[in-house]
């Protein structure tokens, strides 16, 4: 149907969650139970930047300028997390549009809260036609206001805006002229482009007194003018109509974004910079190459796995992505590392296990809860290959069952029974 969300396995959210976080970080906030990230993971550091995944490589100006806006403009970081964990909620049309309406001019205003919230957008679900149809049809301020999320939502994908377009604004036909400029500069922002100087001058030069002393402030300590210039037209619409086109333009890069991605997931590029990551990872780490060697068959899929874990801001959609591209066979040792990473990140060592083998068993079988039945199957199938890593699923499997039914203990107390 259209605009339903499709659940996401725990397990791919759970890789998604421990992406880029140190080993044994994260296990006051995952249950062992059930194998579910509660909480609280906000406040554990990432290893590196803290916004990275896919989006460093080089794959395209829309990531460039998107990730540059999130790592270092003003705008408000809590607010984009906010959007970022509401979006992953939503389950159909009707109520993306109303988060999407109600959060993203929270983020920020002018190009960087456009910008900074087309990036939260993209890492949600997949922005389809119905559902940027149901975020136009839940624009207030009537008439007006729809257009401008068209006009917005168009002109980042591709479109130009010209001042005629602009004609049912209640605004003189002069700031008409720096309002299409200003929506032009933004497209070109967005998309990573250089801005003609000398159509970066005519629209200073249209912009009111205020506008162009704010522009000259920047200038001075060396900003980007650009972007100025843009945030200073943008402020010359009304501020009903200037949240429909902010909207518009957030939801339409967003969809820039998300096209990239795909595009990037199949790239060579992308698959040879993970597997290199991923053995420099490996080759630090014996617990890892003692699970590397538990899928000598799908050794690619597995250096890639880790690889990919390695990096911070990873999205579900991305790890399923790139598991795509990925042959049958690379995909079990692909969710191999995906669940040794998991563990590792979950779970402490324990005590009775002192080998690497056992080790990787252990991290391997704890990480894998939450995923489906197939994979648990391969998953399993690896780890159960080698006598020692056998041990430690014993002790993955008893610590799993013993909080399982300590919980339901604690229910049935509870409830009286």
């Keep these: 149907m259209f605009g339903i969300h499709i659940k996401i396995p725990t397990f791919i959210v759970n890789a ?30 990432v290893v590196g930047g803290a916004v990275a995944g896919i989006y460093d490589l080089g794959i395209g100006g829309p990531i460039k300028f998107a990730n540059e806006i999130a790592s270092g403009a003003r705008v408000d970081k809590a607010a984009l997390r906010h959007l970022k964990s509401q979006l ?40 389809t036609d119905s559902l940027v149809a149901g975020v136009k049809d839940s624009i207030p301020g009537g008439p007006v206001a729809k257009s401008l999320f068209v006009i917005g939502e168009g002109v ?49 030069k249209q912009l009111p007194s205020e506008g162009r002393f704010a522009v000259d402030a920047v200038r001075s300590k060396g900003g980007n003018v650009a972007k100025a210039i843009a945030d200073q037209g943008l402020k010359l619409v009304p501020p009903q109509s200037r949240k429909a086109l902010q909207v518009g333009m957030a939801v339409g890069n967003a969809r820039v974004i998300q096209g990239v991605t795909k595009l990037a997931l199949r790239s060579p590029d992308l698959h040879n910079s993970l597997a290199t990551a991923g ?109 020692k890593s056998r041990i430690g699923v014993k002790v993955a499997i008893n610590q799993t069952l013993n909080a399982r039914l300590s919980l339901w203990g604690k229910i049935k107390k509870y409830i009286g029974v």
């Design 156 to 204: 980042i994908r591709g479109d130009r805006v010209e001042a005629i377009a602009l004609h049912a604004l209640p605004i003189p036909d002069a700031a008409k002229e720096v309002v299409a400029s200003s929506i032009n500069i933004t497209k070109a922002l967005a998309s990573g482009k250089r801005v003609d100087k000398i159509a970066l001058e005519e629209a200073y």
């Design 16 to 45: 998604a969650k421990t992406a880029g976080r140190a080993a044994h970080s994260v296990t006051h906030v995952a249950s062992v139970a059930t194998g579910e990230i509660g909480k609280g993971l906000g406040k554990i550091p």
């Design 88 to 127: 992953a909620d939503v389950k159909a049309v009707a109520p993306y549009a109303q988060t999407v309406l109600t959060l993203v001019p929270g983020v920020g205003t002018g190009v960087s809260g456009i910008i900074g919230a087309s990036l939260a957008l993209a890492s949600g679900q997949n922005i």
């Design 279 to 387: 053995k420099r990872v490996i080759m630090n780490n014996p617990v890892l190459a003692s699970a590397q060697k538990l899928a000598p068959k799908s050794s690619h899929g597995f250096v890639a796995g880790i690889g990919l874990m390695a990096r911070t801001a990873i999205t579900p959609r991305q790890i399923i992505g790139f598991r795509k591209t990925l042959s049958p066979i690379d995909r079990k040792g692909f969710d191999l590392a995906l669940s040794t990473h998991i563990g590792v990140t979950t779970r402490k060592p324990p005590a009775k296990l002192n080998s690497p083998m056992a080790l990787a068993g252990y991290y391997a079988t704890a990480g894998s809860q939450g995923a489906t039945l197939r994979q648990k199957e391969h998953i399993v199938s690896s780890v159960m290959r080698n006598p």
